[in-house]
């Protein structure tokens, strides 16, 4: 009985140190003439997010950003340029004392093939303008990511590329891609960011 009851106190223990995701990121470019580009693929994980649990985005009236509340969480999308993506964030991050570990950027990546989904719980930009600013903005690279692949760019247009839309043929592996992304963020609030990783990178794997 003893072991027993000192198992469930560790149990709560490991629980409690768990940081808890309170608000998700999708990034992206504001502006019609942006949408549905593979740059603004974190944008569309976050609108079907929201979709999902019937939340409408609002406008912002102190900082660049569309906010939708997805149960205990904040969804967001900035809508400052893809570049000064980390401003909006870290301003609404430090109003609601949200901690650099508390906080899911959902974006894409052109080094993983199309239709790829995988978390990662700190790194570098990895050449992503959108990452780098939200990391230098928060002064630490311990920002857990959701990165979805975009496949990789010509070797001397990547502006263009991700600036473009996807092709009629490539269009059901995104949107495959997204589905998987939005049930990624979901386990995420749910279960937390280990688990998370567990389920969903061992599963593009196999």
């Not at 609404?92 to 899911?104: D, H, N, T």
């Not at 857990?144 to 490539?170: K, M, Q």
Request: contains cysteine.
């Amino acid at each position: 009985m003893q072991i027993a009851d000192r198992r469930l106190q560790i149990e709560r223990i490991v629980e409690e140190k768990v940081p808890q995701t309170r608000l998700i990121a999708g990034l992206g470019n504001p502006g019609p003439e942006y949408a549905a580009t593979r740059h603004n693929i974190g944008f569309m994980v976050v609108d079907q997010l929201a979709t999902q649990v019937g939340s409408a985005w609002k406008k912002s009236t102190t900082w660049r950003a569309l906010s939708a509340k997805c149960g205990g969480a904040l969804l967001v999308k900035p809508m400052a340029y893809m570049n000064r993506s980390g401003e909006p964030l870290a301003s609404i991050a430090q109003f609601y004392k949200i901690e650099p570990q508390e906080v899911l950027i959902v974006l894409d990546d052109l080094a993983l093939p199309l239709g790829r989904v995988r978390l990662r719980a700190s790194g570098g930009p990895g050449g992503h303008n959108g990452l780098e600013s939200v990391l230098l903005q928060f002064r630490t690279e311990d920002i857990p990511r959701l990165r979805i692949g975009i496949g990789a760019a010509p070797r001397d247009g990547a502006v263009d590329y991700v600036l473009s839309r996807f092709s009629e043929e490539e269009r059901p592996l995104v949107s495959a891609a997204i589905d998987r992304a939005v049930d990624a963020v979901k386990c995420v609030i749910d279960n937390g960011l280990v688990s998370a990783m567990n389920t969903f990178n061992k599963t593009e794997e196999s």
